[in-house]
């Protein structure tokens, strides 16, 4: 098998393939054609091969009968044929010297009979002959928007900090279509399937050694190493968060996971002891998931513990200083400066200037009130970051609103989350995402993630002293 260095450089080819060939492109709109219009849609810039066994050409691209009859070099080979023919199809690919297959198709080890486990075993025996590498089976293969790739239409072209690895295709590209409207870009996602071969610690070493990755997320429905997965956690998670969110860990979601992958998924208490001794951030549901990666994404570096709290609903105050105490944070000590400042413009009326500020809900009809607020508190020496809850109440003056946040973080540089008023429509989340501003449905998540940061954030730089 390959050393790290070897396999850190195979996966850097197969991220930035120079040719791609697509193995069983249909001829008609059918579900393997969406692989052809992804890498398309996502301008993949190096030629792409159809291989059929009879067309002579596939939406204006010439084809191919099979991988060996392709004149030039082949990088990577997306396999879309059932899973009884794939066997001679990765010989072909081995032979023609392909760097890596993703296998599509379902159909093996997961179906749990001894056939299928046969073939698995048989696909990566004719691969590693010839050191080619598989991705899958029953998976998407490659989201890299630098490299040109895609495993769907219509995900963003621009690359951000954030690598991802799932072991469900669906779920890898629902997250990837999700997480820009969060302010989520990624540098790279894989959708691992089935794990004949490439495994999710793999892609955490690769991850972890990766300059253009700054976050690591993963969805998981089984640890086919333990101890390989151990120790990439413990190396990747020194260096970069890891945020796991691992599935079949009761019987209910175990049985799905054997049927959707063929994962076993383990006990609680041993994949808490993983999360523990590995370093990384547990996660549980799909909104947390992408919360903290947003949390990771885009809350700066040194944060602190002084929180300043500024809503318009007065509930929703008392709220967030009771998530901010349950969350080891503190609330900041506003000056005696800033409350005389705050004085001049708040109504004095159903308000508070102690932390946290009350400024009512006169507020979301006069937004210069939050916008002075906020910018006050970012001035204030004694405070370390800053929870808004509010929002205007038209979309004229959430745009207004919105654009105050985004400038008054920009000028102080001080972190800002915004959390949203319950009842309304999260409508100008994206713009404050997009933005660089962490936007949060409930004031206990936007607390709990906050301190997940800090506490990574001074977990690292103490490893970094020792």
């Not at 046969?118 to 998407?140: D, I, Q, T, Y």
């Not at 959708?191 to 972890?208: I, K, P, R, V």
Request: hydrophobic letters at 40%.
């Amino acid at each position: 098998m390959e050393n790290k260095r070897q396999l850190m450089t195979r996966l850097h080819d197969l991220f930035n393939p120079k040719s791609i060939a697509i193995v069983g492109l249909p001829r008609g709109m059918k579900m393997g054609k969406l692989f052809l219009i992804a890498l398309q849609d996502q301008g993949y810039p190096g030629p792409i091969y159809p291989v059929h066994p009879e067309a002579r050409e596939i939406d204006g691209l010439k084809a191919y009968p099979n991988v060996s009859a392709i004149p030039g070099p082949v990088d990577l080979a997306i396999i879309l044929v059932p899973h009884h023919s794939a066997l001679p199809v990765v010989k072909d690919c081995a032979a023609k010297g392909v760097k890596g297959v993703v296998l599509f198709t379902a159909g093996y080890k997961e179906t749990g009979t001894d056939e299928g486990k046969a073939l698995e075993e048989k696909l990566v025996a004719a691969a590693h002959g010839s050191g080619m590498r598989l991705f899958g089976p029953n998976c998407m293969g490659i989201y890299s928007p630098k490299g040109g790739l895609s495993f769907f239409p219509e995900l963003s072209k621009k690359s951000g900090p954030v690598g991802f690895i799932s072991h469900s295709g669906s779920l890898a590209n629902i997250i990837g279509r999700i997480g820009p409207q969060k302010g989520i870009y990624f540098s790279k996602a894989v959708s691992l399937g089935n794990e004949c071969d490439l495994n999710a610690a793999d892609l955490l070493t690769y991850l972890g050694g990766d300059p253009e990755t700054a976050v690591i997320g993963a969805y998981l429905e089984g640890i086919k190493n333990g101890p390989a997965f151990l120790k990439a956690l413990k190396n990747t998670s020194k260096k970069k968060p890891v945020v796991l969110w691992k599935v079949g860990l009761n019987p209910e979601g175990n049985q799905a996971a054997a049927s959707h992958t063929g994962a076993l998924g383990g006990s609680r208490e041993i994949w808490e002891a993983v999360v523990r001794q590995g370093g990384a951030i547990s996660v549980d549901g799909f909104d947390i998931l992408l919360d903290t990666l947003m949390g990771f994404s885009l809350l700066p570096h040194n944060l602190g513990d002084r929180i300043a709290i500024l809503s318009g609903p007065g509930g929703l105050a008392v709220a967030a200083a009771e998530a901010c105490g349950n969350a080891g944070l503190r609330l900041a000590e506003i000056s005696q400066e800033t409350r005389s400042a705050l004085a001049e413009f708040i109504p004095p009326t159903g308000t508070s200037l102690r932390n946290p500020i009350d400024v009512g809900l006169s507020a979301s009809l006069e937004i210069q009130i939050y916008t002075r607020a906020a910018t006050a508190l970012a001035a204030d020496p004694g405070v370390d970051g800053i929870l808004v809850a509010g929002r205007g109440m038209t979309p004229e003056l959430n745009k207004l609103y919105t654009e105050g946040m985004v400038s008054i973080q920009r000028e102080s540089g001080k972190p800002f989350v915004v959390v949203n008023i319950p009842g309304f429509g999260g409508d100008f989340a994206k713009d404050l995402c997009q933005a660089g501003i962490p936007f949060f449905e409930t004031v206990e998540r936007a607390m709990t993630i906050y301190a997940q940061v800090r506490q990574y954030q001074i977990r690292r730089d103490q490893r970094a002293d020792t």
